[in-house]
């Protein structure tokens, strides 16, 4: 594991606790703070984001357990956003909300529960096989979104390493064909005299759409593998599509024989506030399903990544694991896959907002959710869409046509 935080700190990234509710954690000499920045609470480095400043205290929604949080603890400032680390290894992988490895934890505590203020890094430390495209070579001039080489992540997915968004130059290096682990430098790009290094892995901000060329009208069917639904209520590839229902009226269904069996490339389920056991038969099920793929039978799982952040877990970390699940979607898109993003539920996510909103003392609008209920959700259903990504679209053999564009699908479930 890496060191502890407070061992690297300055003292001046240091603010202090004055007060504690629930999930809500106010600190003062916090001046210079940002709004969402991430910060480390307590003694026992609790993962939080600064969701208000005002002069010098910053109220922070803290996405782990409080209970242990006193008057006067130390606040660390880490200086940068809540972001999620991008790259091979994150098929067939099993997060919590703010994108720690669920199943590493558990083989690491021998324990059910997750550890106050662990840090864990799911996917720095694995191997791959890097393979660089052939128009690739010292010389060569790349761009933002720009293919550079693939790994063979499985059968199901080929996994394009991109030029990272907001980066550009001329190739000084590249990496021959070979192993290399995820963090290992794989390219080294000059522009204006400068040089930079770029490895397998991207860290963006969860809360940031990842940028497109243009986004375009969608206008192919998604086939969800249900007749009854292709039939009387089609959906669309590139859409936001909503399950509404009471209890027990089988929306988990739905959204689970989407993940089984829609017609996209990846598949991002996020158990957002669900039951428990509904999430442990997600666990329990996807890997036993399989599909043929050139005569060869391989797991479901293959093309899955699941986002779990139950109903017994914080609910501020309802809202982080929506942002993961769609940032995850969205890089899956950039290479070129039909993505499907499963949130289960929406409705549980604006209870968490009503319940902090509640917290901060602001003001009750419809059924005592916060007024700015809909821009949230405005926020995070206008990420999905058809799209036409950055980069040489010719490096993007897809799936359907050469003149199709990747879409990013959103399904949510209202309870």
Known sequence: MPPASRDVARESEYGFVYGVSGPVVTAEKMAGAAMYELVRVGHSELVGEIIRLEGDYATIQVYEETASVTIGDPVLRTGKPLSVELGPGIMESIFDGIQRPLKDIADMTQSIYIPKGILIFEIRDQSWEFEPSKDIRVGSHVTSGDIVGVVNESVLVKHRIMVPPNACGTITWVAPKGNYIV????????????????????????????????????????????????????????????????????????????????????????????RGNEMSEVLRDFPELTMEVNGQTTSIMKRTALVANTSNMPV?????????????????????????????????WAEALREISGRLGEMPADSGYPAYLAARLASFYERAGKVKCLGLQNERDLSLSSELYPLLVVTSLIL
């Open 183 to 274: 963090t290992d430098i794989i390219m080294e790009v000059e522009f204006s005299g400068e040089k930079s290094k770029y490895s397998m892995l991207q860290v963006w901000p969860v809360r940031q759409p990842r940028p497109v060329s243009e986004k375009l009208a969608a206008n192919y069917p998604l086939l969800c593998g249900q007749r009854v639904l292709d039939a009387l209520f089609p959906c669309v590839q590139g859409g936001t599509t909503a399950i509404p229902g009471a209890f027990g009226c089988g929306k988990t269904v739905i959204s689970q024989s989407l993940s089984k069996f829609s017609n996209s490339d990846a598949i991002i389920y996020v158990g957002c506030g669900e």
């Open 316 to 348: 501020a970390a309802r809202e982080a694991s929506i942002y993961t699940g769609i940032t995850l979607a969205e890089y899956f898109r950039d290479m070129g896959l039909n993505v499907a993003m499963m949130a289960d539920s929406t409705s549980r």
